[in-house]
């Protein structure tokens, strides 16, 4: 049995869809059970509950093999880095009660660092809090989500304009698709590792400039590049709608990003092969 958490989301409903499709049993988590009913159809268990509720993922680990977690974000959090530690401890104590022997972590580059990374801070902790309960861990820290790009295009929609948060426009940054993530974690899952890894996950590299180009050819208009200055970063993010909590963590992550501390220091490097060009089409049709 693998339980699969986030199983509604991308990522998680990418890995939980490949195991049943190879006929692995699988045992999904949902916070909602009219979302879960969806799985239950395709032949899945539901367990229904929260990620912070040690007792309740314990039970749903009772019988698996293997557990893909993640660190769900809650906007509504007073205080975020709290939030992020509540639940990860709530996850570890599942863990390690339950004997589950072997956790796939959808963390991030940049999770090796306890401070400058923003929200990242959190996977750092929970990626420690898992190596701790004596679980096998596959830590799985994947670059930049193609899908984020769904906020520029919204942007470009509205108003024409594509943000830049990086120095320079003409600066690659390695991508990565969610369904590539999800893929990864069903294949690890069914590899039973047996010692701890981290593995870096990055597809092809774009600069804001060729993004900017494809969001327009797409949305059949320009979307002209305007570069954010790091003073304007946490007010551009909280008029986009961003607590001011989270926007400063997402300031800090950009900051780390920008001068380079944010990088790839894994065991191995995996590279997807999804173009960010099939993930806007996705993004933008209809």
């Known amino acids: 049995m693998y339980v699969i958490a986030g199983a509604t989301g991308h990522v998680g409903g990418v890995a939980a869809g490949k ?63 709290a939030d992020q530690r509540k639940t990860a401890d709530a996850i570890a104590a599942a863990v390690k009660s339950s004997g589950v022997p072997h956790v796939v972590l959808l963390s991030s580059v940049g999770a090796d660092l306890a401070q400058g ?45 594509y ?14 698709a969610t369904r590539d993530i999800g893929a990864l974690v069903a294949e690890r899952l069914l590899a039973h590792s047996k010692s701890n890894e ?17 969001v327009g050819a797409a949305l059949g208009k ?22 001011r909590t ?4 997402f300031a800090e992550m950009y900051a780390g990003f920008a001068s380079g501390v944010i990088r790839p220091k894994g065991d191995r490097l995996e590279i997807g092969r999804t173009s960010v060009d099939e993930v806007i089409l996705s993004l933008t049709k209809g």
């Open 19 to 81: 195991l049943l499709e190879g006929g692995k049993p699988v045992r999904v988590i949902v916070r909602d059970a009219a979302k879960g009913a969806a799985w239950a159809k395709k032949g899945a268990e539901v367990s229904v509950g929260s990620l912070d509720d040690a007792g309740f993922v314990a039970s749903a680990l009772r019988g698996a093999a293997g557990l893909f977690t993640l660190l769900p974000a809650n906007f509504g959090a007073d205080d975020l880095y």
């Open 117 to 161: 990374n923003g929200p990242i801070k959190g996977l750092h902790y929970l990626e420690n809090a898992l190596r701790a309960t004596g679980t096998v861990l596959t830590a799985i820290r994947a670059g930049y989500f193609m899908e984020n790009i769904g906020s520029a295009i919204a942007a470009a929609q509205q108003a024409g304009v």
């Open 163 to 176: 943000p830049n948060f990086t120095p320079s426009a003409d600066i690659p940054m390695p991508m990565i």
């Open 198 to 214: 981290v593995i870096d996950l990055h597809g092809p590299s774009y600069t804001t400039r060729e993004l900017a180009q494809k």
């Open 222 to 243: 320009t979307a002209s590049i305007t570069n954010i200055p790091q003073s304007e970063w946490v007010p551009y993010l909280t008029r986009a709608g961003l607590p």
């Open 246 to 249: 989270f926007a400063e963590a």
